[in-house]
């Protein structure tokens, strides 16, 4: 468990978590993450959010390939010829890519998964569908990391969206917007890494300085 229920002592240390142990995770822990889920803000309040929980090995099996097929084409490379993102060292960098090349191999074998998905319908997915659904992703995050479960947020499956949306057997008209592998972590939450506002807050017009920055 979280030795804080401060919230932001919480949001501060919400690490993504990639190394994740195979040990069962509880049906009620699970529950209270969906919970948490389903307090978000969404649009309209229409609750379009749709949540699949998935333990099958075979179906996690059946998707990792693609996960996998994505970081092999794509992400890979991406990593090894990029800089290090703001606030981030060079080190830190490397471990971050050594742990997500981990959860790459080991995607399939995290006890649960959480799909979260929109029951678009007939309208194509958009960026303010996505307002919908985001929220109670970060909502479960935190959950999760209040519980001690470590988790993390990915998308990587939607390179291969039709593929990886047959393997998980969505229904016509329902879309994944994200995977959230969950499981006990095998290291330790701390602090996140991240820029400083005054690198990424603006006042008034673009490019002006925030003063409490």
């Not at 749709?50 to 090995?57: E, N």
């Not at 393997?167 to 095998?186: D, F, K, N, T």
Request: proline share 7%; net charge neutral.
């Amino acid at each position: 468990m979280s030795e804080s229920t401060d919230v932001f002592e919480i949001m501060q240390t919400t690490r993504a978590m990639r190394r994740l142990r195979p040990d069962a995770v509880p049906d009620e822990l699970i529950r209270k993450i969906l919970q948490a889920g389903v307090c978000a803000a969404n649009g309209g309040n229409t609750q379009r959010w749709r949540f699949l929980v998935i333990k099958d090995p075979k179906i996690k099996q059946a998707v990792q390939v693609y996960y996998k097929r994505a970081f092999d084409e794509w992400i890979g490379p991406r990593y090894l010829n990029s800089t290090p993102p703001p606030g981030v060292t060079k080190e830190r960098y490397l471990r971050q890519h050594a742990a997500v090349e981990y959860l790459t191999e080991h995607f399939h074998e995290a006890p649960v998964w959480i799909v979260a998905c929109i029951d678009d319908g007939a309208d194509a997915p958009s960026r303010w569908t996505g307002a919908s659904i985001y929220p109670a992703v970060q909502n479960m995050l935190l959950a999760a990391r209040a519980l001690g479960l470590g988790a993390t947020l990915t998308t990587r499956h939607l390179r291969y969206e039709k593929e990886a949306e047959a393997a998980l057997g969505l229904p016509e008209g329902v879309h994944s917007y994200a995977i959230l592998p969950i499981g006990y972590p095998m290291g330790r939450f701390g602090p996140v890494g991240r820029t400083a506002l005054a690198d990424v807050v603006y006042e008034e017009r673009w490019g002006n300085p925030y003063r409490d920055a």
